[in-house]
């Protein structure tokens, strides 16, 4: 039986980070997809990909919700417990503030306050620069309460040549704090 995870993937520019682990995770995963309204509208001006060609475009191990469905299994900690966690990529300052306050305005923000209650694992891959004293003092809450945060910010040890090479460091990042295997970028070898 395959591991379960949950994918956000809100209206933050970057994009592309949310649509490559979406790329990756269900080969080992059953995903537990959630996408905002403002991504989608993100995800057509970064990525040329409409909504509807997204969402015909599925991967056959991935359970699409939308912010509104509230309702949706994740949404509550007997469900998420039996995930392997939560990761919001991109993450938007506005997600990290709500979940930050405990807000749980979409099915976004009550998957990860659930993930917070239920002490499972919350990687929010914030998207923004600069940042104000506001979203730092909301990364520093959210760490706080459990959660992980990193901004999407490349290491370049690994020599990238290419966008997609800058892409997959992040994303590579984001599946080891996951313990899940991949060759995605060069490790630091000193």
């Known amino acids: 039986m395959k591991k379960e995870i949950v994918l956000c993937i809100t209206g933050a520019s970057g994009t592309i980070y949310g649509l490559r682990l979406l790329e990756i995770l269900p080969k080992d995963f059953i995903v537990h997809l959630i996408v905002s309204d403002s991504a989608f509208t993100v995800m057509e ?5 409409s909504k509807d060609k997204f969402l015909k475009n599925l991967p056959e191990n991935c359970l699409f919700y939308s912010q509104d469905q509230i309702y949706a299994p994740v949404a509550s900690g007997s469900k998420l417990v039996q995930t392997e966690g939560v990761i919001v990529a991109p993450c938007s300052t506005g997600t990290l503030g709500a979940i930050a306050n405990g807000l749980s305005n979409n099915l976004i923000h009550r998957v990860c306050d659930v993930a917070l209650k239920e ?30 945060v990193s901004v999407a910010s490349p ?9 997609g090479d800058m892409i997959d460091f992040v994303v590579g990042k984001v599946l080891d ?8 970028y060069e490790r630091w070898q000193g």
């Open 45 to 49: 001006k970064e990525m040329d990909i």
């Open 119 to 148: 002490r499972k694992k919350l990687y929010l891959l914030v998207r923004e620069m600069p940042l104000s004293l506001i979203h730092i003092q909301n990364m520093e809450k959210v760490t706080q309460a459990g959660a992980i």
């Open 155 to 163: 290491g370049f040890y690994h020599k990238p040549q290419t966008i």
């Open 177 to 184: 704090s996951f313990g899940i295997k991949h060759n995605l």
